[in-house]
């Protein structure tokens, strides 16, 4: 018996993996399929929105569904605080408020919710900011993958602090807080078994407190980012669209840790692509750089950051570059999907 | 991990180009063979700081972008069918076969798993009795040892779920062809150093010799390739022809025998076709007779398949080196790696997507 190849000829179809993974093919998603549905949205997509008729309150949702449930330097219950609480800081607010929605796998062992919920419950007490309302819903097996965590967060700006990722200008001075590639990389490792993990964890942590030692600077902080899905070549990306601007960042400058380079050199990924969960990007203007940088370098979170490029007077608007480490400068582009590990 | 800023260092490499300059009196013309070397090279962009009128000729060393189309259609065939776990290397999700991709026929239900060894695939074997296991072994000298590995770990669990789609290629026999080409520009290679890790460089002194064209064993490194094609360069002023070695911290002129002596245990040499090159005399490898239970393509009838190449796809011509990614009038706009026409568009190491995620843009007619 032969078995005819029942392939279907319009893969563009259905939803890919590659959606969710915060580049190209989520912008297309979003900018296709879901804002239109949703009327006009005023100006550029941001990490947290300006709250109609409350224009210092700002809100941020997001769904966590991390696979694996815990890995090290955190869990889906601490990430789904600090994603939140870092979405509404990069609008220079200060959290007021969480929800937290869970969709849970029938089946999902008692003692391990127990142990997301206290590890969620202690990320919230840590930041801050309390919990106020939230909902419950279970699942058949099958339905989900063990558990999915939203939560909804409502923040006030701090004064004169009011960062969008329309602002960036040239001359700015592009500051990063931290290295970058811990968090994917610890979690591909983890889910994966690939060995690494007793060398690396997630940087996930909250980052209102260093977005508070900017405060002083005011209108000079342009534009505050934190690079997750899609890395900081996604950021950086949406950044220069979003400001039409050309940015270039210098390759010796951006702080990859060793355990990073190793298994992205190994898995074929790109550092500047991996997610991130506890660093943030500044564009600041680039008389105020030097009060910026000491200002994040004054908390433990904020102890690595480094200048890593600047807006430049002219060029291309949207286009970001990278001053290799030879010297040559090739563009930083935006991801398409899902990272791929290549074959050797 | 330290060796990674040694061979990275930006000091050195400025020595290093300083005196490739200094060295070279003509606009030679190098091939790196392999897509890890051309990834580096493009991404660090070395091409575009060699001495005016040298040119690095990017080869054919991508194994995505040589496994056939005939493979990849046979591969989604198997993979669309109940009862399979599909499984194969994260890179080869998205090459385009004549209809679909793997990803694609993921999206639409088919079990199809990304490993990170072949070894992943025997135990998900071992875990899924009443599933078919298959994996997609393509690759070049490099993988072909942990496949055989593979082999030969599912004959000892005694698995009769285990399967491989097997596509291997051989490095020595590509630059022969490349070589017996009238049209051939390539007067020096950078051989792989993954590749020779495994074979050594022994097979390619005749090679060195037959066709008095120096070869370099060379590493992934900016700093590796910029030596390598030093050390390339400095032959061909003197006008010798030798295999000399670059990437002295992972490779020995016997190479690894133990691997050596697991490929020869498990498959033969047998022709090939490469996608985008064509047949290519002993330049694969297939199972032997022993190991012949393990062959997906003897264990599943999948019907005949019409693999159709892109018209437009100039990929043959850019994995020989005849062409540049730049020079393809579909480059960038009708082929991108959201939508690919060819493999080289598909793979990190593919030449095209190293030259597009690297901005490189068609110059101005």
Same mark, same amino acid.
């Given at each position: 018996m032969t078995v005819e190849c029942p392939t279907p000829r319009h893969e563009d179809e259905v939803v890919m993996l590659g959606h969710g993974a915060g580049g190209r093919l989520t912008s297309e998603l979003l900018g296709e399929i879901v804002l239109p549905s949703l009327g006009d949205a005023p100006g550029p997509l941001e990490d947290a929105a300006l709250l109609p008729g409350h224009r210092e309150l700002v809100i941020s949702t997001d769904s966590f569904v991390v696979s694996p449930l815990f890995f090290p330097g955190g869990d889906i219950g601490s990430l789904a605080v600090h994603g939140t609480v870092n979405d509404l800081a990069m609008r220079g607010a200060w959290p007021i408020a969480l929800s937290v929605s869970l969709i849970i796998e029938e089946g999902l062992p008692l003692a391990e919710l127990r142990s997301v919920m206290d590890s969620l419950g202690k990320a919230a007490q840590e930041a801050g900011v309390p919990v106020v309302t939230g909902d419950t819903k279970v699942v058949g097996r099958g339905a989900a993958d063990r558990l999915f965590v939203n939560t909804t967060g409502v923040g006030?700006?701090?004064?004169?602090?009011?960062?969008?990722?329309?602002?960036?200008?040239?001359?700015?001075?592009?500051?990063?807080?931290?290295?970058?590639?811990?968090?994917?990389?610890?979690?591909?490792?983890?889910?994966?078994?690939?060995?690494?993990?007793?060398?690396?964890?997630s940087d996930s942590r909250p980052l209102h407190r260093l977005v508070r030692t900017l405060v002083p600077l005011g209108a000079a902080v342009h534009v505050l980012r934190d690079p997750t899905r899609g890395g900081l070549a996604a950021a950086l990306n949406e950044i220069a669209r979003d400001s039409s601007v050309a940015v270039e960042i210098e390759e010796s400058a951006v702080p990859v840790p060793g355990p990073v380079a190793a298994a992205c050199d190994l898995l074929g990924l790109d550092p500047l692509v991996v997610a991130n969960e506890g660093c943030l990007v500044a564009f600041v203007d680039a008389g105020a750089a030097g009060d910026a940088l000491a200002a994040l370098r004054s908390l433990p979170e904020g102890a690595g950051a480094v200048r890593i490029g600047d807006v430049l007077p002219e060029g291309p608007s949207g286009r970001v570059t990278l001053r290799t480490l030879v010297g040559a400068r090739r563009i930083v582009d935006m991801p398409l999907g899902e990272q791929l590990p290549r074959i050797c | 991990m330290r060796y990674l800023d040694e061979y990275r260092d930006p000091v050195l490499a400025r020595r290093l180009l300083e005196e490739l300059r200094e060295t070279a009196t003509r606009p030679w013309r190098i091939m790196e063979v392999c897509g890890g070397q051309t990834h580096t090279l493009v991404r660090q962009g070395i091409d575009e700081l060699l001495p005016a009128g040298m040119r690095m000729i990017h080869g054919p060393g991508c194994p995505v972008c040589v496994t056939p189309l005939e493979t990849l259609d046979r591969a989604m065939a198997v993979a669309a069918r109940p009862g399979v776990i599909f499984t194969s290397f994260g890179d080869m999700l998205r090459v385009p076969g004549t209809e679909t991709d793997l990803l694609s026929l993921r999206a639409r239900g088919a079990d199809v798993?990304? !490993?990170? =060894?072949?070894?992943? +695939?025997?135990?998900?074997? @071992?875990?899924?009795?009443? &599933? %078919?296991?298959?994996?997609? $072994?393509?690759?070049?000298?490099?993988?072909?040892?942990?496949?055989?590995?593979?082999?030969?770990?599912?004959?000892?669990?005694?698995?009769?779920?285990?399967?491989?789609?097997?596509?291997?290629?051989?490095?020595?026999?590509?630059?022969?062809?490349?070589?017996?080409?009238?049209?051939?520009? !390539?007067? =020096?290679?950078?051989? +792989?150093?993954?590749?020779? @890790?495994?074979?050594?460089? &022994? %097979?390619?002194?005749?090679? $060195?010799?037959?066709?008095?064209?120096?070869?370099?064993?060379?590493?992934?490194?900016?700093?590796?390739?910029?030596?390598?094609?030093?050390?390339?360069?400095?032959?061909?002023?003197?006008?010798?022809?030798?295999?000399?070695?670059?990437?002295?911290?992972?490779?020995?002129?016997?190479?690894?025998?133990? =691997?050596?002596?697991a490929v020869r245990e498990v498959f033969r040499v047998t022709d090939r076709s490469w996608r985008g090159i064509g047949a290519l005399p002993a330049s694969g490898l297939e199972l032997t007779d022993t190991y012949a239970r393990f062959d997906a393509a003897g264990r599943f009838d999948v019907g005949g398949l019409s693999p159709v190449e892109d018209a437009e796809c100039i990929a043959g011509t850019i994995l020989t080196g005849a062409r540049l990614p730049t020079d393809c009038s579909a480059y960038g706009t009708r082929c991108t790696p959201r939508h690919p026409l060819g493999a080289p568009m598909v793979s990190s190491e593919g030449t095209c997507a190293a030259f597009f995620a690297a901005g490189r843009t068609r110059s101005a007619p």
């Open positions: 006030q700006r701090h004064g004169a602090l009011h960062p969008s990722a329309a602002l960036a200008r040239p001359g700015d001075a592009i500051l990063l807080s931290g290295p970058i590639g811990l968090h994917g990389t610890t979690v591909l490792s983890t889910r994966e078994g690939l060995g690494f993990e007793g060398d690396i964890a | 798993r990304v !490993v990170y =060894a072949p070894m992943d +695939a025997v135990r998900l074997a @071992a875990g899924h009795p009443d &599933r %078919e296991v298959v994996f997609l $072994a393509v690759g070049f000298e490099t993988t072909a040892p942990a496949n055989a590995m593979a082999v030969l770990h599912a004959a000892r669990l005694g698995l009769t779920n285990f399967s491989m789609l097997v596509s291997h290629v051989l490095v020595p026999p590509a630059m022969t062809a490349l070589l017996d080409d009238p049209d051939c520009e !390539v007067q =020096a290679f950078l051989a +792989a150093g993954h590749v020779c @890790a495994v074979m050594g460089w &022994r %097979e390619y002194e005749p090679i $060195a010799d037959r066709y008095r064209v120096p070869v370099v064993v060379t590493g992934f490194e900016p700093l590796d390739l910029l030596e390598g094609i030093l050390m390339a360069v400095r032959q061909l002023e003197a006008g010798r022809h030798e295999v000399e070695n670059q990437y002295v911290r992972a490779v020995r002129r016997s190479g690894n025998t133990a =691997a050596q002596d």
